[in-house]
């Protein structure tokens, strides 16, 4: 009787071990990806990039005024990553309403040059192909941690 008890205890044990450990097999792994967009040798000057499964997990990161971006989170395995720019030039920052009284507004570093002087912003249009997973052509095997990753956009 007590080999039987014994046998018992051992497996609901090992049951239990085995319970509390798969939560972590769900656990999707993430990565930081950092790089440069440019497109036709200049680098972008305002958008979005996003990193996309083929299971619908995603990033995105904001595409700096010298064509820089950092997605964190990004989901780690196969993706297609999508950019996508303002359709229309963004005209003078001078225009821009100011931020609410007690916030500090943007980063510096992630305002456009000639912010300050109230110049208009040129973009740099990504082509439209770029905008959508079905569509954009960009490819890239993302792995756990960070790296850096830039794109050449084609027209």
Same mark, same amino acid.
């Given at each position: 009787m007590w080999? @039987?008890?014994? +046998?018992?205890?051992? #497996?609901?044990?090992?049951?239990?071990?085995?319970?509390?450990?798969?939560?972590?097999? =769900?656990? @999707?792994?993430? +990565?930081?990806?950092? #790089?440069?967009?440019?497109?036709?040798?200049?680098?972008?000057?305002?958008?979005?990039? =996003?990193f996309v499964t083929s299971d619908g997990r995603h990033a995105a990161g904001t595409i700096t005024f010298n064509g820089e971006y950092t997605v964190p989170d990004a989901p780690v395995g196969e993706t297609t990553i999508t950019v996508t720019t303002p359709k229309a030039p963004m005209g003078p920052m001078a225009k821009m309403p100011k931020p609410p009284t007690g916030s500090k507004g943007m980063p510096k570093e992630m305002l456009p040059p000639g912010y300050e002087e109230g110049k208009t912003v040129q973009v740099v249009p990504a082509p439209e192909k770029y905008a959508t997973p079905e569509s954009s052509p960009l490819k890239y095997t993302v792995k756990p941690g960070e790296q850096t990753y830039d794109i050449d956009l084609k027209p």
């Open positions: 080999s @039987r008890c014994s +046998a018992f205890a051992c #497996g609901l044990l090992i049951g239990c071990c085995l319970l509390t450990s798969l939560p972590g097999c =769900a656990k @999707r792994q993430r +990565a930081t990806v950092k #790089g440069k967009i440019t497109f036709m040798n200049k680098p972008l000057t305002a958008g979005t990039v =996003a």
